[in-house]
């Protein structure tokens, strides 16, 4: 007698193919259309694509967002009066820290199947300061070492775009995010507010994964606020911008035409992770 539970091989379909996943391909023709229309800040200007975590809010109640929805879902941009926190609890920070150390030290044994996890501690005090743009009061960045005040960055950024992510079956939702980052010259005056930035930095081949603690202080009359968050960055702009400009181009090698997509693929799948192994714990 046959078991009918013993399946013999089947095929993904009836082509033979997988179906493209739109989930990844609509972050990924986000991020393109979006890099690829910047403006021209440039040659210096570097473009930031990241994910943080956080919760997607109601603006008028304060309330998570509750969607009809099931599972993981896009959402339409500007369609939903919503703000997005990424601050999480002390606890919750302590329980991503712990997950990535031990997940680091054991990319490091000789039987770990992939790649190992690197790791640096920095401390940085970023102050910020009004441009001399009025009508946009856009603001300068200094990023400094904390330890021995040098210089490490002068910037400019600028967002040129949002995607949020809302997880009915998680913890937490998150934000796709791009930017430019556009160097400048260092201000002078005094600065409107400072922030200190106590961050881990674990790096996994193309994608930097920073936990960070901030402490910002807006001015002498207000207390600090202590934050806590987390986000997936892809580390090399030149590379993101390299397989972006040949994404779909017939005339070269299909691995290079694909690269893009690949790359967006383990930039969402990193953050898709953290997601999941988020747990109670947001404000």
Same mark, same amino acid.
């Given at each position: 007698?046959?078991?009918?539970? !013993?399946?013999?091989?089947?095929? #993904?379909?009836?082509? &033979?193919?997988?179906?493209? *996943?739109? $989930? ?30 956080? #919760?997607?809010?109601?603006?008028? %109640? ?13 959402? %339409?941009?500007?369609?939903? +009066? ?39 501690? #920095?401390?940085?005090? *970023?102050? $910020?300061?009004?441009? *001399? !743009? ?9 990023? @400094? +070492? ?23 079956? @998680?913890?937490? *939702? ?10 400048? /010259?260092?201000?002078? &005056?005094?600065?409107? @507010? ?12 193309? $994608? ?27 580390? @090399?702009?030149?590379?993101?911008? /390299? ?10 090698? +299909?691995? +290079? ?9 383990? $930039? ?16």
């Amino acid at each position: 007698m046959n078991n009918p539970s !013993n399946l013999p091989p089947l095929s #993904v379909s009836i082509l &033979g193919v997988e179906p493209l *996943d739109e $989930f990844i391909r609509e972050i990924a023709d986000f991020v393109h259309h979006t890099i690829m229309n910047r403006p021209n800040m440039g040659p210096d200007a570097k473009v930031e694509v990241e994910a943080k975590l956080g #919760v997607l809010r109601d603006r008028n %109640t304060g309330k998570r967002l509750a969607l009809p929805v099931l599972v993981e879902t896009i959402l %339409t941009p500007n369609e939903i +009066e919503l703000r997005f926190e990424s601050n999480m609890s002390v606890m919750q920070h302590k329980h991503f820290n712990t997950m990535l150390n031990d997940l680091r030290r054991n990319s490091c044994e000789p039987s770990h199947p992939g790649s190992p996890l690197e790791y640096k501690h #920095v401390k940085l005090v *970023d102050s $910020f300061f009004y441009s *001399d !743009n009025l009508h946009e009061r856009e603001k300068v960045r200094v990023t @400094r +070492e904390e330890k021995t005040g040098t210089v490490v960055e002068v910037t400019k950024k600028m967002r040129l775009g949002d995607l949020n992510i809302y997880c009915p079956k @998680r913890a937490a *939702d998150w934000r796709v995010s791009v930017s430019l980052e556009v160097p400048v /010259s260092h201000p002078v &005056g005094t600065p409107a @507010r400072t922030r200190r930035k106590d961050r881990i930095c674990y790096s996994h081949e193309e $994608f930097n994964i920073d936990l960070t603690q901030v402490v910002s202080n807006a001015g002498p009359n207000t207390l600090p606020e202590t934050l806590h968050e987390l986000e997936v960055e892809i580390a @090399r702009p030149a590379l993101l911008l /390299s397989t972006a400009s040949k994404r779909g181009d017939p005339n070269v090698p +299909e691995h +290079e035409r694909n690269a893009f997509d690949e790359l967006i693929r383990s $930039f969402v799948n990193n953050a898709r992770i953290l997601v999941k192994n988020s747990s109670e714990g947001w404000h």
